[in-house]
């Protein structure tokens, strides 16, 4: 096999040009899919850690049966009560995966700073249990003011163009209108206690946060809407799904568990697109791979054709032949590939170096480009690869095994 192996990478040394470009274009071709992996994993991380901490998602979102269908037609009927969701809490939080179970409810109306009215959408959060899920997260979108606090609980977070467009800032008062569940328009008092960034230019006209007890009040109602969890790992958030809906149901608590994935309308679609890109410049690569490997050993082979005439007639079987071609593409597989990582390394470091940013589309402020370094995604592209360059080979190899060896030798 050694043998094999030093006239496989003799040969490709013979037209050291035409061998490089091939070598090239595998290379570009793999540090282009592997670069793209690397920013789409980093992308994937990132919007995974807005849904779940940035959006107040949690890992695992609780229901009552049928709320997500009739629950806005008859929210009274399909929401949890008092005794029902400190049940809930209780059962769900005697996992060790989960870190906290806490209530919420969203509330849609009318906000006004005295002379101008708009439309809002609002969460009701336990400001404890919403600071525990906000996490790090918090660092990313900083509240200008000292924000939501149990002790104060007309206080309220305003998303930044809403406060601009009202001219309230914190400290500032205003008010809040809403129909109740039993259908009665109710006002309430509120004080600005911070300013925050909702990160996307389509919410952050909108997005209000009170306390639960404010959103309790102005729904005028002691029951919760849904009950977010929070867990140890998001890798585990279908498993514990399934094992809290069995838990709950065992309970006689008749519920519909969402995870984040599912709730986050914004990361299905944008994974749904990057993974058509992938898929798209990934069958780009695949046939610029091919289509150099077959030109490159299809030369060689035509180059070649008395010297393979010379070692059929010296007793080299046509399966001997094709697996010197075999071989020969098979290491401009690899050859290419590691060219590939040195690329792919190299710009990742420069990236890493410069710290360039770029604004998504519909976000409100720059987002830093960053492009993860997935050892498993590439150790994986370069057995696949070495696998299409070998295949691509034996196109070229199987027209060499079966020439004539005598017409192969009087070749000219």
């Known amino acids: 096999m050694r043998k094999w192996m030093k006239i496989a990478i003799r040969n490709i040394l013979r037209n050291k040009r035409r061998s490089f470009v091939t070598l090239l274009a595998i290379g570009v071709g793999f540090s282009a899919i592997s670069l793209f992996r690397g920013y789409v994993s980093n992308t994937y991380s990132g919007l995974r850690e807005s849904a779940i901490r940035g959006e107040g998602l949690g890992h695992l979102t609780v229901y009552k049966a049928g709320w997500l269908e009739k629950g806005k037609l008859d929210p009274e009927r399909y929401m949890f009560s008092k005794a029902e969701v ?22 849609a ?122 867990l140890e790992d998001w890798g585990k958030t279908e498993k514990m799904r399934a094992l809290l809906l069995t838990k709950l149901t065992k309970a006689g608590i008749a519920c519909e568990i969402k995870t984040w994935n599912e709730l986050s309308l914004f990361y299905s679609k944008v994974r749904g697109m990057f993974d058509m890109i992938f898929l798209f410049l990934f069958s780009i690569i695949l046939v610029i791979v091919v289509m150099s490997t077959v030109n490159t050993m299809g030369m060689a082979v035509l180059e070649r054709t008395r010297e393979i005439g010379t070692l059929r007639a010296l007793g080299l079987k046509r399966r001997g032949t094709s697996l010197l071609f075999a071989m020969e593409g098979g290491l401009l597989g690899l050859f290419g590939s590691f060219i590939g990582v040195v690329l792919h390394i190299s710009v990742w470091a420069i990236i890493r170096a410069l710290s360039p940013t770029y604004t998504p ?28 360059s070998l295949l691509a080979a034996i196109i070229p190899a199987r027209r060499a095994a079966k020439q004539n060896v005598v017409d192969a030798l009087g070749h000219v």
């Open 86 to 107: 400190e049940k809930i809490t209780k059962l769900v939080t005697e996992e060790n995966e989960v870190i906290l179970a806490t209530p919420q409810i969203q509330v």
């Open 109 to 230: 109306g009318i906000v006004s700073n005295g002379t101008t009215s708009t439309i809002f959408i609002a969460q009701g959060v336990v400001p404890r249990d919403d600071k525990t899920i906000k996490g790090a997260w918090a660092a990313f979108r900083p509240i200008i003011g000292e924000g939501l606090h149990e002790q104060k609980t007309y206080g309220v977070e305003i998303a930044q163009d809403l406060a601009k467009y009202l001219n309230l800032k914190p400290g500032k008062d205003g008010v809040v209108m809403a129909t109740t569940l039993s259908g009665q328009m109710n006002a309430m008092d509120i004080q600005v206690a911070g300013v925050y960034d909702s990160g996307s230019d389509a919410t952050n006209d909108k997005y209000m946060r009170f306390t639960f007890d404010f959103a309790q009040s102005l729904f005028d109602t002691k029951m919760a809407e849904r009950i977010v969890v929070l």
């Open 361 to 388: 589309p519909g976000a409100s402020t720059p987002v830093p480009l960053i492009v993860n370094l997935v050892p498993q995604t590439m150790f994986v592209l370069m057995l696949f690869l070495i696998f299409l």
